[in-house]
């Protein structure tokens, strides 16, 4: 599939143009293996069905020579009549008619046949169409009219989806994470029904967004979040560099990295809801000047200016509401950790707060609030885990990211990390 490609001509606006399209001649398409010759007929459902039965009667010629041949010709095989069977084109089975060769040890298979008839009956077009809200009751009129389609009732649509998605599970499930050099975690829940998926997506040196992995937890609780990090590392996750864990202030979630990490990781609590969980306990008409106060505060570029700010704003609230003041107060240092590293000014607009992760959340929501119904377990773990994979390769590096090296820098510093000083001098 060519390329998207953005331009943008002088004195006009930007467009969205396909890149130059690719003209495959006949001579490159001879000289291809069978798995290419497969794959390129496959692109084009009415003009694949001629090439099909081409590439079926060339393996038959070779077996069992013309059609009509003389008999003393030396020729071991011979044609037999013609079966029922069917191959895959653009996500569909279609019906054909395959010739049938014989030889002195019986009924011969072809390889050409073979290969257009193998495979996952669902193609990567059938399984987005489903992920992305084309119910499988509706798929049939969906689906490319081609006459002749077989295989596009709701059920087997239904049972092909579930296999695939199955597959997609088991390679998020499974990925190795030994290969990404991540520096912060961001982790955050979505909720299912009566149920909640913790996600944690990494962040990393480079900038890029990786989805780790995810739990199923009816709450925030450590002993969850304890194993569920635990696991991550027993997949790969190195963290022996130090880590920063941002998270939206729940305990439990707090907890579990601290049993999780130990001393390897520091915590960055949401701004945005530590200043939201203040807010709510004071009159309305008064939330929208404390919201103002405690975003400029926090907005402080440096530790000593954001947190003498923080603290007036403790000791007025203490005056007018004393819940609010508390509210403040639990915490309120693991709010200004990206300020204390001394890398607030490049890398809060990213990690500051829980935003990255909501956004993501966001978009699975688009794809799995279209399911009307939730089944069971496997159902959640299948469609939550296809659309993070979906998503994933549309995520942009983190704004700031350049600056990334420089957070790990202060991670091994005030985490007092023992490495070698070549990785140290990398990281600066």
């Not at 599970?169 to 149920?195: N, P, T, W, Y």
């Not at 960055?268 to 809801?273: A, I, K, M």
């Not at 508390?326 to 915490?331: Q, Y």
């Not at 469609?383 to 942009?396: H, N, T, Y």
């Amino acid at each position: 599939m060519p390329s998207i490609q953005r331009v943008r001509p002088a004195g006009k606006r930007k467009k969205k143009v396909l890149g130059p399209a690719r003209t495959l001649g006949r001579d490159q398409f001879e000289a291809m293996d069978l798995n290419g010759r497969v794959e390129a007929i496959r692109s084009l459902t009415q003009i694949g069905l001629m090439h099909v039965a081409e590439e079926i009667d060339r393996d038959v010629l070779e077996l069992a020579g013309p059609r009509y041949r003389r008999k003393g010709e030396d020729f071991a095989y011979r044609r037999h009549g013609t079966n029922p069977g069917s191959v895959r084109l653009a996500g569909q089975r279609m019906a054909v008619r395959v010739p049938r060769v014989r030889g002195p040890e019986g009924e011969v298979q072809l390889p050409s046949y073979e290969a257009f008839h193998s495979g996952t009956e669902f193609s990567e077009a059938g399984f987005r169409r489903v992920l992305y809200g084309v119910s499988c009751r509706n798929y049939e009129a969906a689906a490319e009219a081609v006459p002749g389609a077989i295989g596009l009732s709701s059920s087997t649509v239904s049972r092909q989806f579930k296999e695939v998605s199955k597959a997609r599970l088991k390679e998020f499930q499974e990925r190795d994470l030994s290969g990404f050099d991540v520096v912060s975690i961001v982790m955050d829940g979505k909720s299912f029904a009566d149920d909640e998926m913790v996600l944690a997506v990494g962040v990393t040196e480079s900038g890029e967004k990786v989805m780790l992995g995810f739990v199923q937890t009816a709450t925030e609780n450590s002993p969850v979040i304890k194993a569920f990090l635990r696991s991550l590392v027993d997949r790969g996750l190195d963290v022996s560099q130090g880590v920063l864990v941002v998270i939206d202030g729940s305990t439990g979630f707090r907890a579990g990295v601290r049993q999780a990490f130990k001393k390897v990781a520091l915590v960055q609590r949401c701004q945005w809801h530590k200043r939201e969980n203040v807010v709510k306990h004071v009159a309305k008409c008064e939330q929208a000047h404390w919201r103002k106060r405690l975003q400029r505060a926090y907005e402080r570029p440096t530790y000593a200016e954001a947190m003498r700010e923080l603290k007036k704003i403790h000791r007025e609230l203490l005056e007018i509401n004393i819940s609010a003041a508390r509210s403040l107060e639990e915490g309120l240092e693991e709010t200004l950790t990206l300020h204390r590293l001394g890398v607030f000014a490049q890398l809060g607009i990213s990690l500051k707060t829980s935003n990255c992760i909501e956004s993501i959340n966001s978009m699975a929501e688009g794809i799995c609030g279209k399911v009307d119904r939730w089944r069971n377990s496997d159902q959640k773990h299948r469609w939550f885990a296809a659309a993070l994979l979906d998503i994933e390769p549309r995520l942009r590096r983190v704004r700031g990211y350049r600056h990334l090296p420089k957070l790990r820098a202060a991670l091994i510093r005030e985490l007092r990390i023992k490495v070698d000083d070549v990785t140290i001098s990398k990281a600066a």
